[in-house]
T-cell receptor
Framework: DVKVTQSSRYLVKRTGEKVFLECVQDMDHENMFWYRQDPGLGLRLIYFSYDVKMKEKGDIPEGYSVSREKKERFSLILESASTNQTSMYLC?????????????????FGAGSRLTVL | QQPVQSPQAVILREGEDAVINCSSSKALYSVHWYRQKHGEAPVFLMILLKGGEQKGHDKISASFNEKKQQSSLYLTASQLSYSGTYFCGTDLISSGSARQLTFGSGTQLTVLP
């Protein structure tokens, strides 16, 4: 019954390492999102994608990049990890962004990837 | 810009009621409410569209005042299973075709026996 799968639940990396966080959804959703969750700050949008190979910056894109080569897969890349990127990362997807259809942009979240950068 | 949620935390006894508020400084198209239990993914509760519609789900309901750009989540006769962190997500009218949600910082709700 799992619909949004994040491949790694826990990762520990060193400063300067390149980090890949993978997310796969099996609901044929158009939109995919990466959020970062920190205590007291809620969920902050890093990047989102509304189609294959299309991406848009969210509120905190600095230090991150994304890749969407296939509809079902959305990857978050930390080119050179830093300690301030230690956080919980949540992937989500939604059917599509049409505002005329109620509920089309309801998010389904993955279980999260907790990244620690030492 | 993030919507503002209040209170940040609330502790209840089973059977008590609670209200969680969410306000935005920008015009909203819709408001979403999600609940996240400890160690789990956030789960969608309900969506409220522009028009002041009030929705309900079991003993959890919500309202949306588009003039004030505010939404409130009402939890009636709380159950232990209501414990978790509640997030509101706002969808701005200005988003255009790139629909995205901006979330508040969350309200941690604890229901005690």
């Amino acid at each position: 019954d799992v619909k949004v799968t994040q491949s790694s639940r826990y990762l520990v990396k060193r400063t300067g390492e390149k980090v890949f966080l993978e997310c796969v959804q099996d609901m044929d959703h158009e939109n995919m999102f990466w959020y970062r969750q920190d205590p007291g700050l809620g969920l902050r949008l890093i990047y989102f994608s509304y189609d294959v190979k299309m991406k848009e910056k969210g509120d905190i894109p600095e230090g991150y990049s994304v890749s969407r080569e296939k509809k079902e897969r959305f990857s978050l890349i930390l080119e050179s990890a830093s300690t301030n990127q230690t956080s919980m990362y949540l992937c989500a997807s939604s059917l599509y962004g049409t505002i005329e259809i109620s509920g089309a942009n309801v998010l389904t979240f993955g279980a999260g990837s907790r990244l620690t950068v030492l | 810009q993030q919507p503002v949620q209040s209170p940040q935390a609330v502790i209840l006894r089973e059977g008590e009621d609670a209200v969680i508020n969410c306000s935005s400084s920008k015009a909203l198209y819709s408001v979403h409410w999600y609940r996240q239990k400890h160690g789990e993914a956030p789960v969608f509760l309900m969506i409220l569209l522009k028009g002041g519609e009030q929705k309900g789900h079991d003993k959890i309901s919500a309202s949306f005042n588009e003039k004030k750009q505010q939404s409130s989540l009402y939890l009636t006769a709380s159950q232990l299973s209501y414990s978790g962190t509640y997030f509101c997500g706002t969808d701005l009218i200005s988003s255009g075709s790139a629909r995205q949600l901006t979330f508040g910082s969350g309200t941690q709700l604890t229901v005690l026996p």
